[in-house]
């Protein structure tokens, strides 16, 4: 449920934010805000809950949701994976550079 609601929220709220902003709306504007909220809602906010804190904090019942086998560390390294995706999905520009090695996580997506 909270994955649907994300999903309307990525995009409402980019559309809002071009209706109400007084700043030029150009193409590349509107494609900047519109990737700008798919990547900070779209794995940032649902890489935490969904992500991170399951596969690292209760690793067997994530792996039992998801047909994966219990038991094995693999669940802890895709929660660091997740918690660092949505970490970065946060940061300014300037240090973005530090979190480009970072792709969003595959379940991600398939969560949306």
Do not use: N
């Amino acid at each position: 449920m909270i994955a649907l609601l994300i999903a309307v929220l990525m995009v409402v709220l980019p559309l809002l934010h071009l209706a109400f902003s007084k700043v030029p709306r150009t193409k590349q504007r509107v494609v900047h805000i519109l990737l700008l909220y798919a990547l900070v809602l779209g794995v940032g906010v649902i890489g935490l809950p969904m992500g991170f804190i399951p596969h690292v904090f209760f690793p067997d019942q994530a792996a039992e949701s998801i047909g994966w086998p219990t038991g094995s560390p693999f669940q802890f390294e895709v929660g660091l994976h997740d918690g660092a995706s949505a970490a970065c999905s946060g940061s300014r520009p300037a240090s973005a550079g530090l979190c480009s090695c970072s792709a969003p996580p595959m379940g991600t997506s398939a969560r949306l």
